[in-house]
Structures are given as C-alpha cells and as structure tokens.
C-alpha cells in the first residue's frame, strides 16, 4: 500500500459545479497537509494547506483533513476552466532535526467544462 | 512566477551520459529540495539542503548527487544514466525548512534517449 493514495481521475465537471478531491494516507505521523495544483508544464503550486485535523477554507478553496479516518479533501465552489489542473494532495511529518519531506498523491486531473 | 529558476528547461540526452541541472531558489530562501516527476511514479521527493548542508534524503539513487553551494544555488547530478531516469526534475526553495512554505520552479524536462 502506498503512503498516499490520489484517484487519478480524469474528472470533467461543468462549470459552476462543487469539486471534490481526495486523499487517503497511511501514515499516522503526517502532520501536515497541503494541496497543490499543478497546470500543463508547469511547476506545482501550493493552494493551501492544514496543520492537523480541521478546515480551512480560502476563496473558494476548502480543505478538510479527518486525521480519525485518514482522509483529506478539497472542496472547489463555483469551479472555473480556470481551475481546470492536475491537483496533487500532499503531506509531511517531521523528519528529525525541523526537517520535513513531502509525500505526493499521483494527482487528479480536473477539466471544467464552459 | 515563483522566484525559482531551474536551467536548463529541457535535456536530451543519451544513455550513460551525466548531466547537471541547476536550481536557483527564490532571493532570501536557505532551503532547497529536489524532486522527480514520472507518469507512472509522481512527484518523488529526492534530497533536501538547507545552508549547503544536507538536510534530508529520499529515494534518490546512488547515481545522482547534489550540492548547494555558498550562494545557495543548487546542482543535481545524473550520471550513467539509463532510459527510466526520464521525467521531470523539479526544484522548490523555503525559507527554512518548512514544506508548507516551498516554492516550485518550472522544472527541467530530462529526456534520455
């Protein structure tokens, strides 16, 4: 079993419509959580990120984390083409002397359709 | 733009050849960690330095190296490379060594023929 776990996708929404994304983790030492989103050829882009268990929401951005079973989501509101990326969830613990190492989900493609 | 800057953007090369790709990390930022891109693998992390010093170490094969340098400009080193070593290598820089606070460059395409 991988540390992390991401549904590849493709996902296709219309515009407009709520986005879920998702992770799963094995690792109860991850202590913190983050996503990125990531355009055609281009670098990862950190979006948000959560210290634990908990929201937090950004525009229209939400991350919820559910250390209890878990489980990680990004919600999208309101999505745009704009939004349409590859979202890749990702998550640390500490590695020893305040060094921190990032695991990543394989990502999950989103297209948001006009 | 996120202030890291990696050259060279794309390399081709051919089997058993060693290649440097260079990171600049963003002004002010002490840390540097490298990671590699591939299809069926993802975002994998390689090597972490902070202030020249090595700080942390992932699935980074016994044929690449990597280096900071005084003025925190990072190398990463390929040699004998083989044909699954093609992906995307990307830098991302912090200010210290916190994760939620790292930044990617662009990357560099490797491609190895």
């Known amino acids: 079993q991988k540390e992390v776990e991401q549904d590849p996708g493709p996902l296709s929404v219309p515009e407009g419509a709520i986005v879920s994304l998702n992770c799963t983790y094995s690792?109860?030492?991850?202590?913190?959580f983050m996503w990125y989103r990531q355009y055609s050829r281009k670098g990862p882009e950190l979006l948000m990120y959560?210290?634990?268990?908990g929201n937090k929401e950004d525009g229209r951005f939400t991350a919820q984390v559910d250390k209890s079973s878990k489980y990680i989501s990004l919600f999208i509101r309101d999505s745009q083409p704009s939004d349409s990326a590859t979202y890749l969830c990702?998550?640390?613990?500490?590695?020893?002397?305040?060094?921190?190492?990032?695991?990543f989900g394989k990502g999950t493609k989103l297209s948001v359709i006009p | 733009d996120s202030g890291v800057t990696q050259t060279p953007k794309h390399l081709i090369t051919a089997t058993g050849q060693r290649v440097t790709l260079r990171c600049s990390p963003r002004?002010?930022?002490?840390?540097v960690y490298w990671y590699q891109q591939s299809l069926d693998q993802g975002l994998q992390f390689l090597i972490q330095?902070?202030?020249?010093?090595?700080?942390a170490k992932g699935n980074i094969l016994e044929r690449f190296s990597a280096q900071q340098f005084p003025d925190l400009h990072s190398e990463l080193n390929l040699s004998s490379l083989e044909l699954g070593d093609s992906a995307l290598y990307f830098c991302?820089?912090?200010?210290?060594?916190?994760?939620?606070?790292?930044?990617f460059g662009q990357g560099t395409r490797l491609t190895v023929v």
């Open positions: 959560t210290y634990s268990s």
């Open positions: 991302a820089s912090s200010v210290a060594g916190q994760v939620t606070e790292a930044f």
């Open positions: 002004s002010g930022d002490l840390s």
């Open positions: 990702a998550m640390s613990a500490l590695q020893g002397a305040g060094s921190y190492q990032l695991t």
């Open positions: 330095y902070y202030n020249g010093e090595e700080r």
């Open positions: 690792n109860s030492a991850f202590q913190y």
